[in-house]
Nanobody, 122 residues
Framework: QVQLVESGGGLVQAVGSLRLSCAAS????????MAWFRQAPGKEREFVAA????????SYADSVKSRFTIARVNVKNTVYLQMNSLNPEDTAVYYC???????????????WGQGTQVTVSS
């Protein structure tokens, strides 16, 4: 079992940047594929980005491709989401997620963090 704690959210102006972090504990971090999801007010939770356990394979939602970058540092048990060129439509609670396979973390993660709020003002 793995515990996930997100940080780095906050208020930022449009076209600004933020970097989210997700610290994992409780299990072997390098065994898990990791992902970020987000949920905006009144909307369903949606996939943002995912990364395989060795960090070789990544996947992004079309809405964030070329603006967001997911990365991981296994020796630090941490996964990051670098968000650039933010716009108000990116406002949401961002969740870190984990699963044992890349396909599963994209389609249905087993473990979730508590979320961190990102608000982008126009």
């Amino acid at each position: 079992q793995v515990q996930l704690v997100e940080s780095g959210g906050g208020l930022v102006q449009a076209v600004g940047s933020l970097r989210l972090s997700c610290a994992a504990s409780g299990s072997t971090f390098s065994s898990y594929a990791m992902a970020w999801f987000r949920q905006a007010p009144g909307k369903e939770r949606e996939f943002v980005a995912a990364i395989s356990w060795p960090g070789v394979t990544t996947s992004y939602a079309d809405s964030v491709k070329s603006r967001f970058t997911i990365a991981r540092v296994n020796v630090k048990n941490t996964v990051y989401l670098q968000m650039n060129s933010l716009n108000p439509e990116d406002t949401a609670v961002y969740y870190c997620a984990a699963h044992t396979t890349f396909q599963a973390v994209v389609g249905g993660p087993r473990y979730w963090g508590q979320g961190t709020q990102v608000t982008v003002s126009s």
